[in-house]
Nanobody, 122 residues
């Protein structure tokens, strides 16, 4: 089992920045890839970033590339999502998730955190 706990969400003005954290525990060594997803009200869950635990390789969809950066601290078993130039359309609940293989599909990630709300508004 893997436990994931997100933190760092909140209200931010358009153009602002925010850093989300995801603390991992349990059998995290069996998970090779960590992902960040978001889900806005009335919309499907959307992939926004992925990173491998060992090499730190990252991948992003075009919608956030250049604005979002995923990183990890292996010693702390913590994943981060740095978000810059935030837009109102970035408003959503953000989730971290763990998977064994690289993927952008939510169904490929068996472990999820509870989510943290990010609201971008003036």
């Amino acid at each position: 089992q893997v436990q994931l706990v997100e933190s760092g969400g909140g209200l931010v003005q358009p153009g602002g920045s925010l850093r989300l954290s995801c603390a991992a525990s349990g059998s995290i060594v069996s998970m090779n890839v960590m992902g960040w997803f978001r889900q806005a009200t009335g919309k499907e869950r959307e992939f926004v970033a992925g990173i491998s635990w060992s090499e730190g390789n990252t991948y992003y969809p075009d919608s956030v590339k250049g604005r979002f950066t995923a990183s990890r601290d292996n010693a702390k078993n913590t994943l981060y999502l740095h978000m810059n130039s935030l837009k109102p359309e970035d408003t959503a609940v953000y989730y971290c998730a763990a998977a064994r293989t690289v993927s952008v599909r939510p169904t490929e990630f068996p472990y999820w955190g509870q989510g943290t709300q990010v609201t971008v508004s003036s």
